[in-house]
């Protein structure tokens, strides 16, 4: 079966340390976005790709999150400085287009401490 | 007021009954719909997709869209204590350019007892 790759799957990290979480879409998947997920906010959207290319990244705290796509089979979310209120679940999942369904990877649980 | 909305539950059914799940969503413009399945810790499995009024069948799964009433629903019949997870209602929300981006409720925690 076609999976979304995430890497690593748990991150434990120090206040002020960098964060990059990585995600491998499915083959052929032009669409991906990044979620974060708390039991008190639940699944929020982060960032949206589509071809690659940005077009929304308004729930994203600007002046320490980043988000990139450098190929088609790359995506990238970066934490610089990480805050202990960064630590979550944060998804990536990508689909093949407007419309369709949208396939999740497994997650990279981040602690910081 | 959220763009997707579902009772957080618990929503609690003996085993071989009717679950019923229900979420309202904001924006008239959505065209996709979709329903995941999450289980605790781990990623959202998507379950169905309906994109028209009507239901949609599949195995003991049922959608139900009304798009006149911004209303979509779940139904899981013959429940199993394995249909016990969270039920993500997920919507495909216009954005600006042309382009949706995929909205979720917070999700309706379902517990199935024997």
């Known amino acids: 079966d076609a999976r979304v790759t995430q890497t690593p799957r748990h991150k434990v990290t120090e206040m002020g340390q960098e964060v990059t979480m990585r995600c491998q879409p499915i083959l052929g998947h032009n669409t991906v976005f990044w979620y974060r997920q708390t039991m008190m906010q639940g699944l929020e959207l982060l960032a949206y790709f589509r071809n690659r290319a940005p077009l929304d990244d308004s729930g994203m705290p600007k002046d320490r999150f980043s988000a990139e796509m450098p190929d088609a089979t790359l995506a990238t979310l970066k934490i610089q400085p990480s805050e202990p209120r960064d630590s979550a679940v944060y998804f990536c999942a990508s689909g093949p287009g407007q419309g369709d369904g949208y396939t999740f990877g497994s997650g990279t649980r981040l602690t910081v401490v | 007021q959220k763009e997707v909305e579902q009772n957080s539950g618990p929503l609690s059914v003996p085993e071989g009954a009717i679950a019923s799940l229900n979420c309202t969503y904001s924006?008239?413009?959505?065209?996709?719909f979709f329903w995941y399945r999450q289980y605790s810790g781990k990623s959202p499995e998507l379950i169905m997709s309906?994109?028209?009024?009507g239901d949609k069948e599949d195995g003991r799964f049922t959608a139900q869209l009304n798009k006149a009433s911004q209303y979509v629903s779940l139904l899981i019949r013959d429940s199993q204590p394995s249909d016990s997870a969270t039920y993500l209602c997920a919507v495909d929300s216009p954005f600006s350019g042309g382009y949706n981006k995929l909205i979720f409720g917070a999700g309706t925690r379902l517990a199935v007892h024997p």
């Open positions: 309906i994109y028209s009024n």
């Open positions: 924006d008239r413009g959505s065209q996709s």
